[in-house]
């Protein structure tokens, strides 16, 4: 823990040898309490303590919630903690609630079921159930007696917001990239479409007494804050926009006056405090860290709890205060490991043009043979790819790019088109056909590394997860010139496997981002890294959870086939009880160790050959 920084930090203790983790803090509505997820037991699990909005009394794990937490609400009568818990790491997601009759498993015997919002009253939770058909059903469930009313039915569905009076509702559903929200009348039925003009990347929404306020970028290239009157006296505005930025986050005090506003510049957060009644935002002074991931107001509006980290500060819980003169403090927090190194943003180009940029972690200096240290100068890189693709690389809590940095070896993170961040026309710059372009962007960051004389030509590896691990796959295959090494986390090897394999509901939502298999299965096949196995020749390290149903581990084994029928040798790392991330502690820790020491090799050795994917020396 850190230490002398006050009482505001919690004591907790866990097994773990690297720093704990602290995200999402929500607030009971009597603000007396304080729940979180943390992995100080060695995966993400709920924990909760006595909290008077300033000091947090000793931490307290919830039972109850005894699998993976991806996310806690409260009730706002503050009688149901209400969480979204993955059983096994994966996707087959179900809601808990415990309140005062006990545990409640919401839809216990649906294929999943995910976390929506709560109604202020009438003690209605909104949940989304899914199954086979690959659509889901946005409920509002009575959680004291089971009962349920359906809301709206089809891909991604979602119960957004519920007005306080009970009244109305806010529902989202559509494909990647083309999301819609509906505003529902609870009583009538009636159904008015909020985004005309066509869907969304971004789509949310909250209620106050008499507005609603609408967070997407529909008619926007970047994200936006819109203001819709509901008594229907003014028209809908925009009340918060950025021409370069993305709006993140937005939470709204608990007397619907305020609202603090997250924006992300280049990757970096910057906070406000928007004032309703004057229009008037000021900035707001973030805590340590340079990406705001969670906002929420303490009950009674005088301080925000805010979730932030950076390279250099792992995931933690501040209190901001609002009043003039208050200071940040950690709430929960954990001290960063000596020596870590913060990056620099690159820009460059890429081959068609389009502005391109990625962080750049470089260590502080590379070791010769003799232990001596020389400046540095072109060095051993790997490229990193992240998921998603509707993701972005951000300076967040990396504990594998500080080890490969510890090693000598630096990191080059792109956020080639496709990713979040850049506004909406560069998101969908990757969908269907286009996918090639994202996939020569990769080549573009090569050539900026060496050109720069950021980077040896002859030791550049490549890697990633998720989407990141599949685009992995398709560098090695179409540029194998361009690297010595490569590590695929969880990535698709063949996109027709992995929409027949994967959950329906993934697969129906994916089909504007890839391709729908049904009427472009030929783009699918010449997309798809396995048809050109043969050209893989460096040594490659594919890692997976066993319990993956988002990319099943179906994509890692017949990759892995594939180059051992070709003579090749690739390395498998398998983890039993993890799904589509990796969250146990010891589990990342052996992640960790793993690739550093695959990568090392090829990067580091100055006598290595590579023949047919087999390292030699």
């Known amino acids: ?80 903690l209400a969480a979204q818990l993955a059983p096994g790491g994966g996707e087959r997601t179900r809601v808990r609630l415990i309140g005062p009759d006990g545990t409640v498993d919401i839809a216990p015997a649906a294929r999943a079921v995910t976390l929506g919002s709560w109604s202020k009253g009438c003690g209605r939770l909104g949940v989304t159930i899914l199954g086979d058909d690959g659509d889901g059903q946005a409920c509002l469930v009575d959680v004291r007696d089971g009962t349920s009313t359906v809301l709206a039915s089809g891909p991604a569905a979602r119960v957004c917001a519920i007005s306080g009076d009970g009244k109305r509702a806010v529902v989202r559903l559509g494909r990647r990239g083309a999301r819609e929200l509906e505003l529902v009348d609870l009583r009538s039925g009636l159904r008015t479409p909020l985004l005309p003009g066509g869907g969304a990347v971004v789509a949310d929404a909250r209620f106050d007494r008499s507005r609603l306020y609408v967070h997407t970028d529909a008619g926007h290239d970047r994200p936006v804050l819109l203001a819709v009157d509901l008594r229907g006296r ?274 129906t939502a994916a089909t504007t981002e890839y391709g729908d298999p049904s009427t472009e299965a030929a783009l699918l096949r010449e997309l798809s890294p396995i048809h050109r196995a043969d050209r893989i020749t460096a040594p490659l390290l594919v890692v997976h959870g066993e319990e993956d149903t988002n990319v099943p581990i179906g994509e890692a084994s017949q990759i892995v086939a594939a180059l051992r029928e070709r003579g090749r040798a690739p390395g498998l790392l398998l983890f039993p009880g993890e799904g589509h991330e990796v969250r146990g502690v010891e589990n990342r820790e052996r992640f960790v160790d793993e690739v550093v020491r695959w990568v090392s090799g090829p990067l580091l050795d100055a006598d290595l050959d590579v023949i047919d994917g087999r390292r030699t020396g």
Do not use: K
């Not at 300033?54 to 806690?72: I, K, N, S, T, Y």
């Not at 340590?288 to 932030?308: C, E, K, N, Q, Y």
């Not at 209190?319 to 000596?338: K, M, R, S």
């Not at 001596?372 to 790019?401: D, K, S, T």
């Open 1 to 80: 823990m850190v230490a002398g920084e006050g009482d505001l930090i919690a004591e907790i203790t866990g097994p773990t040898t690297g720093p704990t983790s602290y995200l999402d803090a929500v607030t009971a509505p009597d603000g007396a309490s304080l729940a979180w997820v943390s992995d100080a037991s060695g995966r993400p699990r709920a924990w909760t303590g006595a909290f008077d909005g300033l000091v947090l009394g000793p931490a307290r794990p919830v039972p109850q919630f005894d699998e993976d937490v991806q996310a806690l609400s409260w009730s706002p009568d503050g009688l149901w």
């Open 234 to 507: 003014s028209a809908t505005r925009v009340i918060a926009a950025r021409d370069d930025a993305d709006l993140d986050v937005v939470a709204l005090d608990p007397e619907a006056s305020r609202l603090t506003l997250v924006w992300n510049v280049d990757g970096r957060s910057e906070l406000e405090l928007l004032d309703l009644r004057s229009g008037r935002a000021e900035p707001l002074t973030a805590p340590p860290g340079d990406v705001v991931t969670s906002v929420a107001f303490t009950r009674d509006g005088r301080a925000l709890l805010v979730g932030s980290e950076g390279p250099t500060v792992p995931p933690r819980i501040s209190h901001v205060p609002l009043w003039p003169g208050g200071v940040a403090a950690p709430l929960l927090a954990d001290a960063p490991p000596p020596g870590l190194v913060d990056p620099d943003l690159e820009r460059f180009t890429a081959e068609d043009g389009l502005p391109l940029s990625g962080w750049l972690f470089r260590p502080r200096s590379t070791p010769r043979a003799t232990g001596a240290r020389r400046p540095l100068g072109p060095v051993p890189v790997l490229i990193w790819l992240h998921g998603g693709p509707e993701w972005q690389e951000r300076p967040v809590y990396q504990p594998l790019f500080q080890a490969l940095l510890a090693a000598g070896i630096a990191v080059f993170a792109p956020n080639v088109r496709g990713s979040t961040g850049y506004g909406r026309a560069f998101v969908s710059a990757d969908d269907g056909p286009r996918r090639h372009q994202s996939i020569t962007d990769v080549r573009a960051a090569v050539r900026f590394l060496v050109d720069s004389g950021h980077a040896d030509p002859a030791r550049v590896g490549v890697g990633g997860r998720s989407y990141g691990g599949y685009l992995t796959l398709v560098a090695l295959a179409w540029y194998p010139e361009l690297f010595v090494v490569g590590v695929d986390v969880c990535g698709m090897s063949d996109l027709h496997t992995f929409y027949r394999d994967t959950e329906p509901w993934i697969a």
